[in-house]
């Protein structure tokens, strides 16, 4: 609430790290066209605004700031009200994310058979907790409930691939061929 | 439209709300997240009474601010059913706020003086006055909400994001608890941003094309002052207010309109606070009078 103005450097400061390393510079659009093409498909209205997020974060992993200031002016709507939609659903995500997006299994039957232990195997082999992406951007961790196929426990899914039957020894060298 | 509120007879204008029916004929029911220049928005829910339909048989707790006035409806403002709903809203609003002296007042009237759950330390109340003030009377839509449900917040895009503020202030003054304080940070921040500095007031559509020549020292500058003891509070929400009641006392529901700062000189015209306000640059003066 009282976040009052921080002072111009830290400003800046804040800005570099949000941007992350080789990223560009906040207010530009790397592809205005593919912003524009997903505006068209919903009719450029701003009651669409949740499937134009939707379709933004699918095709950039999720919501990059320029693109939100360009969606902003593009269709009228205050960035504020862009920012409060983007927070408030847990599906949008305002931090860059990995190439590969891996979902590891914590229902009932994966983790009776050690989804614990595979997931601390992850994030050693990674480096990041669950929920995190590598600093390459290869990989973003993230912990879900039931993916559905308890037979094959442990399981978990990268991007839309099923690896099943884990363990904490091979799960290293079966994310490897994520490039 | 003719209704009964805490069985006193009251005529209200079609299109207006229970809260404002209510207030017109001289029944204070409390409430903290409306205002006059603002639609209203339901969100504090100290406003609850109970309401009965003309020919129906329940009573039912509905927000006076946002249930429109009906013919024959029938309304209560204080029956033990609706003071303890009222005292459990303050008990929790005291247990987000308890160092807020306008939450342990409020609270205080209706007995309200100490709150059974776990205390949190903020002064925001989530009211959304600021919010509201900023895209509806202001029209810069610099502060919105972020977040949801316990970690909701007030914040500027981004959490850093102020280049849509004005610094206007109408927020600040807005603010029932003191909890938001941007005005003075934001003028520091235009200040050191360099480059022609505008007046704020032309920025909120006071005056016609102002430059400041006084470094944003407003509280230094004779316009800043003059537009706010004429006006008794905030210059915007003064203005807001009038024209709210002029819409009000013509016909139907008020409708603030968001007046973005570009559009503002057309407003000036009718506006008695930009009379005899100075056309040209803003002079240095020595020191705030008085």
């Known amino acids: 609430m009282s976040r009052n103005g921080a002072p111009n450097a830290i400003v800046a400061a804040l800005r570099k790290e949000r941007a992350g390393a080789g990223a560009r510079a906040p207010g530009e659009v790397s592809e205005p066209q593919k912003v524009q093409r997903i505006l068209e498909r919903h009719g450029r209205k701003a009651s669409q605004i949740i499937a134009i997020l939707q379709d933004l974060q699918a095709s950039y992993h999720y919501l990059p700031e320029p693109e939100l200031r360009f969606v902003s002016r593009e269709l009228g709507i205050p960035l504020t009200r862009l920012y409060a939609i983007a927070t408030f659903y847990k599906a949008f995500r305002l931090t860059p994310r990995g190439r590969h997006e ?6 009932t039957a994966c983790h009776v058979r050690g989804a614990e232990r595979v997931k601390d195997a992850i994030e050693r082999e990674l480096g990041v907790k669950a929920g995190g992406t590598t600093a390459d951007r290869r990989y973003s961790f993230e912990t879900v409930r039931c993916l559905g196929c308890c037979g094959q426990a442990p399981v978990m899914t990268v991007d839309d691939e099923l690896v099943s039957r884990l363990d904490h020894l091979t799960v290293g060298k079966a994310l490897e061929k994520y490039k | 439209m003719r209704l009964v509120i805490n069985g006193k007879k009251v005529t209200a204008p079609a299109g207006s709300t229970v809260l404002e029916a209510a207030r017109a004929s001289g029944i204070d029911i409390p409430a903290l997240c409306a205002h006059d220049a603002l639609q209203p928005y339901g969100a504090c829910r100290l ?6 339909e003309q020919g129906k048989k329940r009573r039912r707790v509905v927000a006076s601010c946002l249930y429109p006035a009906s013919e024959g409806l029938e309304v209560r403002t204080d029956t033990e059913r609706i003071e303890k709903l009222r005292r459990f809203l303050l008990e929790l ?3 987000r706020s308890p ?5 342990r007042e409020l609270a ?3 007995g309200v003086t ?15 006055l600021c919010v509201r003030v900023c895209s509806e009377v202001v029209g810069a839509s610099a502060i919105g909400f972020a977040e949801r449900g316990i970690d909701r917040k007030v914040e500027s895009p981004f959490g850093i994001d102020h280049s849509r503020c004005i610094a206007c202030g109408a927020c600040t ?3 029932p608890t003191g909890a938001i304080q941007m005005e003075f940070t934001r003028a520091m921040e235009l200040r050191r941003e360099g480059g022609e500095h505008r007046c704020r007031y032309t920025l909120m559509g006071f005056l016609p094309d102002a430059v400041c020549s006084l470094n944003y020292e407003c509280f230094r500058c004779e316009i800043d002052q003059k537009l706010r003891t004429e006006s008794g509070m905030h210059p915007l929400l003064a203005r807001a207010l009038s024209s709210a009641r002029e819409k009000q006392g013509g016909k139907g529901p008020m409708k603030a309109k968001g007046l973005p700062a570009a559009k503002g000189s057309s407003r000036v015209k009718g506006s008695t606070t930009a009379k005899g306000a100075p056309k040209k640059k803003a002079k240095p003066r020595g020191k705030a009078r008085g």
């Open chain 2, 93 to 95: 609003l005291l247990a």
């Open chain 2, 114 to 128: 100490k709150a059974r759950f776990s205390q949190l330390d903020d002064d925001c109340v989530l009211c959304g």
């Open chain 2, 99 to 103: 160092n807020a002296p306008y939450v």
């Open chain 2, 108 to 110: 205080a009237r209706y």
């Open chain 2, 47 to 52: 406003c609850v009474v109970e309401a009965r």
């Open chain 1, 102 to 107: 891996i979902a590891l299994c914590m229902g």
């Open chain 2, 173 to 175: 003054a807005v603010c």
